[in-house]
């Protein structure tokens, strides 16, 4: 079974704050994706990287920036947490190819006091 | 741009069916997914079907495709309390766009 993992399930945090998510993939897939996702809102795309030490904008990605230094590893950095980033963050993988199926991991849910 | 447009709540009687639709506007998707989030956790794969497919059939669930009218249907039998969750559908534009997700209340 695939597996993602992410490092924390709850996190509080203060404005201004450096905030790291970490999330772990064990399937060797070259995709890792970063969404957040807000009540009647979906899902949206943060980041996403193809590869080792790649990354690619998603449609929100102000205020974050991310880090793949290793194959099954993607960090998500909020450089100066504000209260607008509380929100789920979910971290995805997946193989690179014409059926791109994404696995999740069970979420992040940040609070910005 | 691409978008994918969901109804945000439907609640339904324990033993009944329910029917969650979805509309999408990207025609060169070539997979459409359905996934499912229970409360406080990650999303789930439920099932996915490939654009030249009218309909899948797994178990309970019988997705449907109607390609002309860009209008994805998931069909759950028989739905129990353990189907209560949040359903996205997402179509592949490049990239996985999803819809905003209906959550579905079963009723005892």
């Known amino acids: 079974d695939v597996k993602v993992t992410q490092s924390s399930r709850y996190l509080v945090k203060r404005t201004g704050e450096k905030v790291f998510l970490e999330c772990v993939q064990d399937?060797?897939?070259?995709?890792m994706f970063w969404y957040r996702q807000d009540p009647g809102l979906g899902l949206r795309l943060i980041y996403f990287?193809?590869?080792?030490?790649?990354?690619e904008k998603g449609d929100i990605p102000e205020g974050y920036s991310v880090s793949r230094e290793k194959k099954e590893r993607f960090s998500l950095i909020l450089e100066s947490a504000s209260t607008n980033q509380t929100s789920m963050y979910l971290c995805?993988?997946?193989?690179?190819?014409?059926?791109?199926?994404?696995?999740f991991g069970p979420g992040t849910r940040l609070l910005v006091l | 741009g691409e978008d994918v447009e969901q109804s945000l709540f439907l609640s339904v009687r324990e033993g009944d069916s329910s029917v969650i639709n979805c509309t999408y506007t990207?025609?060169?998707?070539?997979?459409l997914y359905w996934y499912k989030q229970e409360p406080g956790a990650g999303l789930q794969l439920l099932t996915y079907?490939?654009?030249?497919?009218d309909m899948k059939q797994d178990q309970r669930l019988t997705v449907l495709l109607n390609k002309k009218d860009k209008h994805l249907s998931l069909r759950i039998a028989d739905t129990q309390t353990g189907d209560s969750a949040i359903y996205f559908c997402?179509?592949?534009?490049?990239?996985?766009?999803f819809g905003q997700g209906t959550t579905l209340q079963v009723k005892p």
């Open positions: 399937m060797d897939h070259e995709n």
């Open positions: 995805a993988s997946s193989f690179r190819g014409i059926q791109e199926t994404q696995y």
């Open positions: 997402a179509e592949t534009a490049g990239k996985l766009i």
């Open positions: 079907i490939f654009s030249n497919m």
């Open positions: 990287s193809y590869d080792v030490k790649m990354k």
């Open positions: 990207d025609s060169s998707s070539t997979y």
